[in-house]
């Protein structure tokens, strides 16, 4: 059974930071892309970067980028997200999700974790 | 940046059919887009419906259906059920490695 188990949420100030956690299990962890997307209370869903299986690449959106770090340890099975710089517009619940078919670009997302959440105020 | 652009909210009725499209503010879409559906209700984590435009996800019933319908990605409901009231979400591929996605659709079944 796939799980993704998402820790590291909780509250802090603009201009903080903060890492999250994803320990994944239950499939072949370091062969398959993995993503976060996050969805701010009673909005919808949005991407927020994603990383291949063996971690040498890394994607994030222009909301995120140069101030949020993808990463992952295969031999731990866990994904990181290192969030720097965090404003109010970064609160949401953030979900560790599993890419559906190893690094294949047309395939979509099929395991999401129950989320961790982030706030940011002061 | 490129928004990606869903109808905000639509309804059918009980067995009727409905389609929800997926747009670019610039440009048109295509099977290069990988297009993919999800779904989600309250409280929930997103299914997966639909993905590469048109693959049925392990287990989606044959009532949903993807496509390509003139310059934008398609997710049609044939048959709807009371638990199809949900918020429906598209995703676009970009190209290197970004995936964006829609605003969502709330769909509502009355």
């Known amino acids: 059974e796939v799980q993704l188990v998402e820790s590291g949420g909780g509250s802090v100030q603009p201009g903080g930071s903060l890492r999250l956690s994803c320990s994944a299990s239950g499939f072949s962890f370091s062969s398959s892309t993995m993503h976060w997307v996050r969805q701010a209370p009673g909005k919808g869903l949005e991407y927020v970067s994603g990383?291949?299986?063996?971690?040498?690449?890394?994607y994030y959106a222009d909301s995120v980028k140069d101030r949020f770090t993808m990463s992952r340890d295969n031999s731990k099975k866990t994904l990181y997200l290192q969030m720097s710089s965090l404003r109010g517009d970064d609160t949401a619940v953030y979900h560790c999700?599993?890419?559906?078919?190893?690094?294949?670009?047309?395939?979509?997302?099929?395991?999401w974790g129950q989320g961790t959440l982030v706030t940011v105020s002061s | 940046q490129t928004v990606v652009t869903q109808e905000p909210s639509f309804s059918v009725s009980p067995g009727g059919t409905v389609t929800l499209t997926c747009g670019l503010s610039?440009?048109?879409?295509?099977?290069?887009?990988?297009p993919s559906w999800y779904q989600q209700t309250p409280g929930q984590t997103p299914r997966t419906l639909i993905y590469s435009t048109n693959v049925r996800s392990s287990g989606v019933p044959d009532r949903f259906s993807g496509s390509i319908l003139g310059d934008k990605a398609a997710l049609t409901i044939t048959g709807a059920q009371a638990d199809d009231e949900s918020d429906y979400y598209c995703v676009l591929y970009m190209g290197s490695g970004i995936r964006v996605f829609g605003g969502g659709t709330k769909l509502t079944v009355v």
């Open positions: 610039s440009g048109s879409v295509s099977t290069v887009y990988y």
């Open positions: 999700v599993k890419h559906q078919y190893g690094d294949s670009v047309g395939s979509g997302f099929d395991y």
């Open positions: 990383i291949s299986g063996n971690g040498g690449n890394t």
